[in-house]
């Protein structure tokens, strides 16, 4: 599981993966929302799960506000958005699914 909390971190995150174009454009996206939720001090957080990782993200507790299916590049992601406070923290959060 990756977690970021930071464009820098993401961008290296990018450039070490083969991403396609509406993924890496979709991923920045969400990290500008993560990025002025940050500023004011709270802890949010771009989450990508790829095909390769055995993680789940721990929202037990938690309903997504948004849980959809996205098809970007020809790969369907499972894509989350998470408010885990009354002040705006959370995840957004996506998961790559394998064809089947």
Known sequence: MNKF???D???KHLKNNNYGKEAIQSFLFSMYGVHLTNENGIKS???ILDNSDNATLNVT???PEVDTTLVLDNNKWLYK???TSDY???YIYY???NDK
């Open 5 to 7: 909390t930071n464009f």
């Open 9 to 11: 971190d993401l961008i």
């Open 45 to 47: 957080s771009l989450v």
């Open 61 to 63: 507790t938690t309903l």
């Open 81 to 83: 958005v998470y408010v």
């Open 88 to 90: 705006g923290e959370g």
């Open 95 to 97: 998961e790559k699914l």
